[in-house]
């Protein structure tokens, strides 16, 4: 329903929906657990004021996809990192800059990048054939964090990721993943990370020295080209660009990585059930996409979305008032036993080919709408690049059990030690 029916009165959100946490000290996930059990739209009460929760796939899909321009993005909460970086960018400057990128991204675009991918996922392998042989363990999301920095860094300045730039990141990276997701005005601003800017300005410094002496091609490449061509396009807004392609396809590409490792432990017979099929063959690659498909729906890397109203709507039945805060979540929405049965359990199959499609709202770990994730393909290609090496030849076994912790992304919460062998040839 977009607008109510002349005469017809439109509920507020009803009270017994309404969950009074009031700055309750407790974690946001267990606060949004507790909101979507009300309902598929639910509110509660944070930093004094009304947020509406919205995990129902026809309620999402009525937020970001069909009505972008009601709920829009606000100053993002990276916003001291990414500066005006797409992500946090809106309006006519957001469109631009997306136009600016997007070629880079579509599924032939991403094909340009394979080979210095390819060399990417050929120095993983080297690593883990090492540790194979030595019986050293090995620590996973750190081997998964430098894969998709090395990948990215790579794609930016045709060079491999050095290891001052490495610890750099590293180092900044971490202050960053443990900002909260979603901070409302609750009086105490944001943590200080000046430092962590520092650094990260002295790592995009870098990163432009490196790439003005490559002929490219490569994605700074195309930032530079629009720093000739573009009046917006200053050295600032490179910067800004650079950090934000670094940081969104960063951590959420290693921890997706992290989990899928980490599900097919936990699920014995599904690494299996991929390598049934023939070698180089598109059943096989159809195969390792389902088990990313399904890893990213119990682990939405991005797992909430916060949005504001911009002006007033009516949503499933509800009135939503201007300004209010609305996040949706795809980590509640994936684990919502309507919209999906047994939703605990692992089962790539949900997404083998020929396989009901999800409802619209249902299924968004990389968003959805004209906001969705521009580096869909690239994410993608890199981890299916990166499997269709590394599963046939190594078995995994971890030592660690992490559970999830739900910072900017939701991630293990602890190191994963493990063994890995090389795995029998058939
Ligand atoms: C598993 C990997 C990834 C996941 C789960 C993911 C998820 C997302 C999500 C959910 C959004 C939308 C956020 C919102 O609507 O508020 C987003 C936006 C974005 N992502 Fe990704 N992402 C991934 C990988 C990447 C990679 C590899 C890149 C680039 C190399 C990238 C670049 C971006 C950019 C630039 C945006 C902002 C788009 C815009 O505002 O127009 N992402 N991502």
Redesign the pocket.
Known sequence: MDTAPPGTAVPELDPAHVARWQDSGGELIDLLTAAHRLGGVSGFRLGGRMTVLVTAPEAVHHV?ARHPDRYV?RSHRLKAVLGD???A?SGER?RT??RV?QAQ?TGPGVRRYDGLMRAAVAEVADRWADSARTGQPRDLGADMRHF?LDV?WR?MTGRPLDETTHREFLAAGRAVAALPAFAPATGTGPPDITAEVARIDAVAARAIAAARDWPGPS?LHVLLAAERELPEYTERLVRDELV??LA???E??AT?LSWLFLLLHRNPGARDRVLAHPPGSAGRTAAIRAVVDET?RLY???WI???YAAEDDVLAGYRIEADTPVLTS?YLTHRDEAAWPEPERFRPDRFAEGAPRPAAGAY????I????????Q???R??VLLLETLLPAFEVVPHTDPQPTFGVTVRPDGPITATVTAAPTT
């Open positions: 970001l993005k970086g797409m992500i960018a957001w800059q997306r990128m991204f998709s990215i794609s994605l934000t392609l969104a396809g960063y959420t590409t997706t990213l939405p890397a991005a979305m916060p949005r795809p968004y770990p990389f968003g709408g004209p906001r969705t994730c521009l580096g869909i690239f994410g993608l890199e981890m």
